[in-house]
T-cell receptor, first 113, second 113 residues
């Protein structure tokens, strides 16, 4: 099976702009979780989508949003970008069932200038 | 109560040594404890995971020890190799938080030849 794919891999944006990141899960997986990774805060959970519904949400401001499509692909959007949003954004794919394992994609490196 | 505390922050061993990384948690609802390995520029890769009904699990050179009463778990890497040099993260998940992993801060492991 192909692994988790994320596009784009690298992105440079300016403060105040918005950005959309995409994640394609492993075939057959119905859950996609998003994480932000920074040197200072480590890996922090943003939200999880399962069968097109947000099932869990982390402690991030409303500027961070996401959605999931019927084919399980997911997008996350960040509006009004701030310098502090510079990070590696990772998505993780799983079956979505209890006891399931999560597999991460390579991430999208977002730089806000 | 959602925190997972990981130590040490960094670790240097010689080839063949047995590095040990420790994690502690507070939330008794956690019931799944994975370890991830991350190389620079890559997403975290699932190494091994354990559930609280067992005290030890081995997969190849990697062993998890779990102490439910102390709410601690640790990763041992037997016969460590320079190729094991990476950042290691422990994580925890529980209850209905199927897609939400809470991560430790990470340990940078360096294995000298």
């Amino acid at each position: 099976k192909a692994g988790v794919t994320q596009t784009p891999r690298y992105l440079i944006k300016t403060r105040g702009q918005q950005v959309t990141l995409s994640c394609s899960p492993i075939s057959g997986h119905r859950s996609v979780s998003w994480y932000q990774q920074t040197p200072g805060q480590g890996l922090q959970f943003l939200f999880e989508y399962f069968s097109e519904t947000q099932r869990n949400k982390g402690n991030f401001p409303g500027r961070f949003s996401g959605r999931q499509f019927s084919n399980s692909r997911s997008e996350m959007n960040v509006s009004t970008l701030e310098l502090g949003d510079s990070a590696l954004y990772l998505c993780a794919s799983s079956s979505g069932l209890a006891g399931n394992e999560q597999y991460f994609g390579p991430g999208t490196r977002l730089t806000v200038t | 109560q959602q925190q997972v505390k990981q130590s040490p922050q960094s670790l240097i061993v010689q080839k063949g040594g047995i590095p040990i990384i420790n994690c502690a948690y507070e939330n008794t609802a956690f019931d799944y404890f994975p370890w991830y390995q991350q190389f620079p520029g890559k997403g975290p890769a699932l190494l091994i995971a354990i559930r609280p009904d067992v005290s030890e699990k081995k997969e190849g050179r990697f062993t998890i020890s779990f102490n439910k009463s102390a709410k601690q778990f640790s990763l041992h890497i037997m016969d460590s190799q320079p190729g094991d040099s990476a950042t290691y993260f422990c994580a925890a998940r529980g209850g209905t938080s199927y897609g939400k992993l809470t991560f430790g801060q990470g340990t940078i492991l360096t294995v000298h030849p």
